[in-house]
């Protein structure tokens, strides 16, 4: 894991500014009717990547995939890949496949002639399908279920025999509608790494559609993060998460506090923002936010500390009263009400047993973050 983990910290082609893209939409709407359900996208995704296309039921994920396999063809607008023109080329003449959610595996078949169909329709040898379908089972470690049925599996085995089927072709291009949908919470996530692991064995390129926010986080190399069939912003995890583009962004991923309000003054790269309700913020992050220009201040519940004691020094220090206590184990997050009367989300890691400022409903409290905590949205 450690290696594959240095590789993908190195792969990053989207910044090179000779790297070609592997697929491309470009200027792509898609409508049903008088409803569009895409809506002129442009957007690129480069060889051997991972890339999760994000977003609320409806948003035009979906058929965004389906366009790119070949269900759907675009009203308007090109898709490329590797360069060619897609239009009118059927799906099996695609070197892209498709997984379902729901794996569509056939009942009637033992694991190993799932994973053999697809190459037995295309004719190759048997003694290659036999090969291949050994290769196939061995690396979604199903080597000793080849002969069940998929009512003997688990829904994560019966997973990993859709993926080996997925992917027995050795598509270019592996194209997944929410892959772990069907599983618990605790399989999900470890079938996650098992899929990025896949994905690196085979140098294939991966998209996968999820309204999962954390599943896109840990699996993606870049996300796109879509409302109403367009792009609101393509970056990758840490991006999306420490530097939302706009309030969308920043709301859709992860728990956030914005304050909405006003640029009062700004000085090299910071400015002073005061909020609507009052509370002025010193931030040293204010991006291209004019001075006198609406923006909203926004923070992650982790960069904010909440202590019993007013800190010494500081950024931002403000005084409240301890509203609501979520325990959760692993942390606690804490809902400050604060002078103006919003309520800020603040979250501490449990790391120690007993906690050493102890906190409990109707305390006063401070809230204190660092200047370089939060960022300005204009958008
Ligand atoms: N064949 C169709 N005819 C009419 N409308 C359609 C058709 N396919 C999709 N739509 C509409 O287009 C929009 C986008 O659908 P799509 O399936 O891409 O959404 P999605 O983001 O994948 O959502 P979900 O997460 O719920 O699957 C939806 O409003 C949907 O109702």
Not at 129 to 139: F, G, S, Y
Not at 143 to 163: E, T, W, Y
Not at 249 to 255: T, W
Request: neutral net charge; glycine residues 8%.
């Amino acid at each position: 894991m450690k290696s594959l983990g240095n590789i993908r910290r190195d792969f990053a082609p989207w910044n090179k500014p000779d790297a070609k893209p592997y697929i491309q939409f470009k200027d792509v709407t898609k409508r049903f009717g008088d409803f569009t359900a895409v809506n002129n996208l442009s957007l690129s995704i480069y060889e051997r990547e991972f890339f999760a296309l994000l977003g609320a039921s409806g948003c035009g994920k979906s058929t965004l995939l389906r366009m790119l396999a070949g269900f759907e063809e675009p009203t308007s607008g090109q898709i490329l890949l590797d360069g060619q023109d897609l239009r009118g080329i059927p799906p099996y003449r695609r070197p892209v496949n498709m997984m379902f959610q729901s794996y569509a595996l056939f009942p009637h078949m033992s694991v190993e002639q799932n994973i053999a169909f697809g190459l037995k329709q295309d004719g190759m040898p048997k003694a290659d399908i036999d090969t291949r379908v050994a290769e196939m089972l061995k690396l979604v470690k199903l080597s000793q279920f080849a002969k069940r049925k998929p009512h003997q599996l688990s829904g994560g085995q019966r997973q990993r025999v859709a993926l080996a089927r997925a992917v027995a072709k050795r598509p270019k291009v592996l194209l997944l509608d929410e892959p772990l949908g069907a599983l618990d919470k605790k399989l999900r996530e470890e079938t996650q790494f098992e899929l990025m692991d896949l994905q690196q064995t085979l140098g294939l390129t991966f998209v996968v559609v999820t309204h999962d926010q954390e599943e896109a986080m840990t699996m993606a190399d870049r996300i796109a993060i879509l409302d109403k069939g367009e792009v609101m912003q393509v970056a990758t995890p840490a991006e999306v998460y420490e530097a939302p583009g706009s309030r969308f962004v920043a709301d859709f991923v992860g728990n956030i506090n914005m304050f909405e309000g006003k640029v009062a003054d700004r000085d090299g790269a910071g400015a002073t923002i005061t909020s609507a309700n009052g509370v002025t913020i010193r931030t040293a992050n204010a991006g291209d936010a004019a001075a006198g220009s609406e923006v909203a201040f926004a923070i992650r519940p982790e960069k904010i500390k909440v202590s019993s004691k007013k800190p010494e020094g500081g950024d931002n220090v403000m005084e409240g009263e301890i509203y609501d206590i979520a325990y959760l184990g692993d942390m606690t997050i804490f809902h400050v009400q604060i002078g103006n009367g919003q309520v800020v989300k603040a979250s501490s890691l449990n790391a120690t047993r007993a906690t050493e400022d102890p906190l409990s409903w109707d305390d006063k409290a401070w809230i204190s973050f660092r200047n370089d905590a939060g960022v300005v949205l204009t958008r």
